[in-house]
């Protein structure tokens, strides 16, 4: 029997390695056995030389988008091409936590689609009260690696993350400013300069700090390498959906020291107690510390990270989408309300 055509449009493609790709690489493995399907930045696939994908994606049963903002033209544009055929939206941090509350793209994204999917256990408490029932939580997950042995000489943090403010490098940068007397606490960063400022502040405190390490944009394998290895890693982000760079520490064993936002706590669990106030640099810098001298620290944290990895097993995320892909699928008994005149105006609360 032939598949079913799927197409996953998402504004960030394998250049930007960033968590949008990482979302949309990893589903479309997931679903590969039992959808075909097709990644594309965009909808409809422009181009003169896109016309066999064209034409393949105009076979698609199912659109999912990544981002409601800067997905939003891809899915007015599939709904007028398309008005019965099902649409499912995936929210991001930067979705949920800002642009729904004033962006009349985003809102209109919300209207749009059949299904909402937040990946993270707090995430519909952002939503507008009217789309609740039409949400699904579909945490994201990382295959499993052994935790490694740690040397005891000194204890190496990690931060994963682009150079852009969503992800708070300034709290590392200024917690590492703090930490310059303790030369057995090495701080560790991955991530592009995607802002120049923000990449020319880090080289000024690599020449300044001895043990702060820039190591730039790493490849996927090499960075969950990286992780694995850490003591522990550190995540300060202004927002986020559901970082993937977290599971990837707790299904790995490595401890996490993250800010105590909406998007991290809906995977650490409102326990958890690795957390700093966002923006809290001496906070995060007084964690670190403690991490280091208080030898029941890494422990305890490494408890709690173990009692949460089993919720981002691979089969538990392809089961969710598969049952979320069924469910949208099956034999409508009336088509889809067209799309609103206008973008919608409600703003989150």
Known sequence: MKKPVIAIVTPALAAANNGNWQTARRWSHLLSHDYQVHLTDRWPVPGPDAGATAATLGGAQLMIALHARRSAASMLAW??????RPLLLVLTGTDLYR?????????????????LVVLNEL?????????HAKTTVCLQSSPSRRTLRKTGRHLRALMVGHLRDEKSPRTYFEAARRLAARHDILLDHI?????PALGA???ALVASQPQYRWLGALPHAATRARIQAAHVLVHPSQMEGGAQVVIEALTAGTPVLASRIAGNLGLLGNGYRGVFDWGDAAGLARLLAQAR???AMLPALQTQCAAR??????DHERQTLLDLLAALLAPRLTPLPAPAASPPTETAP
């Open 201 to 203: 502040e880090a080289r």
């Open 309 to 314: 990895a089993p919720l981002f097993h691979p």
């Open 191 to 195: 991530g592009g300069d995607l802002d």
């Open 123 to 131: 995430g519909a408490a952002a939503l507008p009260r009217e789309h």
């Open 79 to 84: 709904r007028g091409l398309h008005p019965t």
């Open 293 to 295: 001298d208080d030898p």
């Open 99 to 115: 642009d729904i509350q004033t962006d009349p793209l985003a809102q209109r994204s919300l209207q749009l689609a059949d299904r």
